[in-house]
């Protein structure tokens, strides 16, 4: 039964949620843009302001586990999704159309994100997965007289919905051989198990999450998707979406043990291994920089998996470090191209061109992508060495040669394409008019959000102490 | 302390080289200079009121040293210490540095600020790697000088015929050097967690993991991921394939840089970290390296008879030098060590003179083409003599530092290796071959065009007459080096000797 004290540990998504009907009641009621990003911003600060007074709830509510992970996990949301509404409120000020509604859905999948972080039961693990996944859709197909934009929305749903339909076949199967739909009793149920059906709803479940996260052979819909959306939608596919369903899977794989069962293991390494290539190799020569930074996301999935296979306790702690310096760099690196398409004028900025000279021309948005080129990249003094550091230490301590080389050849490879943009930035400027930043982006609320975002990149690449020790705190309470 | 200031010294100076553009060209100029000046004398202070006595010590002892803690989740700490080496390599540093300003004075005329800020940035990255102790900080030193070396080559360099090359060659010369890199770290990574499961203590610092027990299967792979790094870096020959494109289109002062400073962090790696972790192995390991080091001196002479790029021939030679150079590392023999340092310190500065002064006549006649050269000595004063001077001392001419080095390597090789010190002989001869191919064919011969040209200024007659003057001295007078590198070669050669001792010993058994 849900009791009083089941509610405080669900006060953020309370919080988040709420905010969402406030928004639907005003756009009814008025519309203005202004007003609701602000009251968005609001809500979503109030709802991470919250998460400490979950974390002090002494249970969880029913078919949720409110636990290190998950408050990690709200806590990295709800950052993202404000820097989200920042970044939006200057690109959408260019749309013609209703500009409010678009805070709406990205409030409700942020409510998914909250749930699907904290789900302990398949049927909130599937709710919440499908209340993150559709507003997307519309996120996506927002600016939908774009043609793109309108291609990337229903790709995405398409391919959404096949995902979908494995994932619960999968959880079917799996139902159909214990009887248990919550995790803890997955856990027994499984215990000895490891008969075909249940492999076979394991690897259905993967499928569809993999699909999620564009593990390579789920990845087709990825650049498509990346390119068409409008920037904002964008970020937040790339930073939310994955970032929730990635929690998600760890804790799938470090509660059920059915994940771990050896044949699994060298399936879950195969695909971190083409992940992690395939997505380097694609990217090579992308000049359209929304397509690479999509392929470049998924070879850095392709790192992440190495904790999913690794397991332990340094696993959860390195999933937590290399989310938080993944999400730090991809927001810095899509906020650049968001400020140089804002405001909306139809396409993105997404053409490397645009991109020629930047630094000549303005020298701060330069230096943070060039920031965030080489934290992608992995160069130390920057959060993005952190995070290879954290997967190649967990690598090697585990013996994962396999994908410990995997990692060093995939970060050589890439290396080739985040120089190719990051010397793009420093050429000489060629005649043509082009698309460009309005000037005063700096004193606008998504410049200097995504200023401070750039500063993070460095802080946590020099001092990295302080976000270690939080991650420790919280990943000890899911392994113990 | 006074180790933070030297690294962050530069950096400083390069933030404010960035910030003085908006005074004008000259502001950035002078700064960056006096940053460089000031390392410079910084260290020197140091030599000389530093204290160097200390041979035969049992612990390792540092001049100065400064540690803090810094992520102790893995017990990594900023910890810096200075010796004899580091000294030598620290100054060395800080004086091509201010050399790579000098002679960038009327090359560079654009983006003049931000050009310094890389070029502090690389000089600041390297005296980090000659100080940093805790191996995560070496790792992070070693790979944050490649950014703004990077941008060095693709941003000033020279643009070659097909008018992309020099990002090409950047781009080349940094995934060589970063994935070799990391093939570094994760050494590192295995080192540590193999000293985690032994004792139970997570530490990158160097002297824990000195008497890190590996498993004997594992240690050759652990070695070899240091020795690929370092070996990119120096180059040995199959992984220098970045050195001569990098070297062709960067800036002068990036040449001098590269060829002067970046390539000795290779060699101080070895000596500080490859040989003193894994002796044993490094012993095995020594006939393959002194082939490889062989190899690197015949080919490298061999390709730079051929070269008709000035600054590619030089990139060549230097291939040839570094050949040397790893052959003594691998010798075990305290003189043989000593004469690399030596040696190395003269290449500095002999490499650093004639690519000066081949960007030099690149201002004055706008190519490097050794094939529309010629005949130059009538046409330019000074400048073809101090070539004459430095191409001597590159061949290892005697009164060169170059020939106290190479003496001193051949010679204490020889009791260990004869063989190859007989091959590596050869590679004198060439290096006659080729460094008179290089006067002949710029400043002697038919002249290629008429008409006299422009004669150093005060500044570039400056630079070549300091230059001139040290490699003199030090072929003169090279006991001062001697006296502080003995305490840091006598001890790398004596743990070389115990390991090939223990390794027979051992083969002794077995049989």
């Given amino acids: ?480 | 302390m006074i180790l933070v200031w030297l690294i962050l010294i530069p950096f400083v100076g390069g933030l404010l080289c960035w910030q003085a553009d908006q005074w004008g060209d000259r502001a950035p100029r002078w700064i960056a200079l006096a940053t460089m000046l000031f390392v410079l004398i910084i260290s020197l202070v140091l030599w000389v009121t530093g204290d160097f006595a200390l041979p035969g010590e049992v612990t390792r002892h540092w001049l100065l040293e400064w540690r803090t803690s810094w992520i102790p989740r893995f017990g990594i700490e900023i910890h810096l210490a200075m010796d004899g080496l580091s000294l030598i390599l620290v100054a060395l540093t800080g004086f091509l540095g201010a050399l790579a300003v000098l002679c960038s004075w009327h090359e560079i005329d654009h983006r003049v600020g931000f050009f310094h800020l890389n070029l502090l940035f690389i000089l600041g990255g390297v005296v980090g790697v000659f100080l940093a102790l805790d191996l995560f900080l070496f790792f992070l030193f070693w790979e944050m000088m490649l950014v703004p070396m990077y941008f060095l080559i693709a941003l000033w360099g020279h643009s070659g015929s097909a008018g992309q090359t020099r990002i090409r060659a950047a781009t080349r010369f940094f995934i060589y050097t970063q994935a070799s890199g990391l093939l570094m770290l994760v050494a590192i990574l295995s080192l540590v967690f193999v000293h985690y499961s032994n004792t139970g203590e997570l530490s990158f610092s160097y002297d824990t993991l000195l008497d890190t027990d590996v498993p004997e299967a594992l240690a050759p792979w652990l070695m070899l991921g240091f020795f690929v790094a370092f070996a990119v870096k120096l180059p040995v020959v199959p992984f220098h394939g970045w050195l001569p494109d990098a070297h062709a289109q960067a800036p002068t002062a990036g040449s001098v840089d590269l060829a002067g400073i970046l390539l000795k962090t290779a060699a101080y790696g070895i000596l500080r970290f490859a040989l003193p972790l894994f002796p044993e192995e490094s012993q095995a390991f020594a006939p393959v390296a002194m082939t490889l080091g062989l190899v690197g001196i015949i080919y490298g002479a061999v390709l730079a008879c051929g070269q008709q790029d000035i600054k590619r021939l030089i990139a060549y030679t230097s291939i040839s030098h570094m050949g040397f150079v790893l052959i003594a590392l691998y010798s075990g023999s305290e003189l043989a060590i000593q004469g690399a340092i030596i040696l190395m310190v003269a290449h500095a500065f002999s490499s650093a003179g004639l690519f000066i002064l081949s960007g030099q006549l690149y201002e004055r006649i706008h190519t490097r083409d050794m094939r529309i050269m010629g005949g130059l000595w009538g046409r330019i004063p000074v400048l073809p003599g101090f070539t004459l001077c430095f191409v001597a001392a590159s061949l290892g001419m005697p009164a060169t530092a170059n020939f106290v080095g190479e003496f001193m390597v051949l010679f204490g090789t020889f009791p260990n290796a004869p063989v190859v010190v007989v091959i590596a002989s050869v590679g004198l001869v060439l290096a006659a071959i080729y460094s008179l191919l290089l006067m002949q064919r710029v400043h002697y011969g038919p002249e290629y065009r008429q008409g006299a040209l422009r004669g150093p200024d005060a500044r570039e007659y400056g630079m070549m007459l300091v230059l001139l003057v040290l490699t003199v001295m030090v072929g003169l007078y090279p006991q001062p080096i001697l006296d502080i590198t003995a305490p840091i070669a006598g001890p790398a050669a004596e743990l070389f000797q115990q390991a090939g001792a223990e390794l027979a010993s051992r083969a002794g058994e077995v049989n």
């Fill in chain 1, 1 to 480: 039964m849900l009791t009083l004290a089941n509610l405080v540990a669900l006060i953020p998504l309370i919080v988040v949620g709420t905010t969402a009907v406030i928004i639907m009641l005003g756009v009814a009621w008025q519309r203005h843009h202004g007003a609701t990003a602000l009251v968005s911003a609001v809500g979503l600060a109030l709802a991470l302001a919250c998460v400490p007074v979950a974390s002090t709830a002494l249970s969880s509510p029913p078919l949720m586990a409110v636990d290190g992970l998950a408050l990690m996990g709200s806590v990295l949301v709800l950052l993202c999704a404000l820097v989200t509404v920042a970044l939006s409120h200057h690109y959408l000020t260019g749309y013609i159309g209703p500009k409010e509604e678009f805070y709406l859905l990205l409030l409700c999948a942020v409510t998914g994100a909250l749930g699907l972080v904290a789900s302990d039961h398949l049927a909130t693990l599937f709710i919440s997965l499908e209340l993150l996944s559709m507003p997307l859709y519309g996120m996506l197909a927002y600016s939908f007289r774009a043609e793109r934009s309108l291609e990337a929305g229903i790709k995405y749903l398409v391919l959404s919905a096949a995902a979908t339909a494995f994932l619960l076949f999968g959880m079917a199967l799996i139902y159909a051989r214990t009887g248990h739909l919550d995790l803890a009793g997955l856990a027994t149920g499984l215990a000895n198990t490891s008969d075909a059906w249940t492999l076979a709803g394991a690897v259905l479940m993967l499928v569809g999450l993999g699909f999620k996260l564009s593990i390579v052979p789920f990845h087709l819909w990825t650049p498509d998707v990346y390119q068409g959306g409008p920037a904002p939608a964008t970020i937040f596919l790339a930073t939310v979406s994955k970032l929730a369903v990635f929690v998600l899977l760890l804790r799938l794989v470090t509660v059920a043990p059915v994940f771990n069962s050896d044949w699994l293991n060298t399936l879950i390494t195969l695909l971190a291994l083409i992940t992690m290539l395939g997505g380097n190799l694609l990217a090579l020569f992308q000049s359209n920089l929304k397509r690479l930074l999509g392929y470049s996301s998924i070879a850095h999935f392709g790192y992440l998996m190495v904790a999913i296979v690794a397991g332990g306790a340094l696993a959860v702690e390195t999933v937590g470090v290399y989310l938080v310096t993944y999400l730090v760099t991809t927001l810095a690196a899509f906020g650049v191209v968001t400020q140089l398409s804002s405001p909306f004028s139809g396409e993105d900025a997404a053409g490397l061109h645009y991109y020629r000279g930047l630094f000549w021309r303005r020298p701060w948005l330069a230096a943070v992508m060039t920031v965030s080129f080489l934290s992608l990249a992995g160069i130390p003094l920057t959060a993005g060495f952190i995070g290879k550091f954290y997967v190649l230490a967990l690598g090697v301590a585990e013996n994962r040669w396999w994908l410990v080389g995997g990692i060093v050849a995939g970060s050589a490879i890439g290396l080739f394409y985040y120089l190719r943009v990051m010397v793009t930035l420093y050429l000489p400027e060629p005649g043509m008019r082009r698309m460009d930043a309005t000037n005063d982006w700096g004193n606008r609320i998504g410049g200097l959000t995504l200023l401070v975002v750039a500063v993070l990149i460095l802080v946590l690449g020099v001092y990295p102490s302080p976000m270690i020790q939080w991650v420790v705190g919280l990943s000890t309470v899911v392994v113990s």
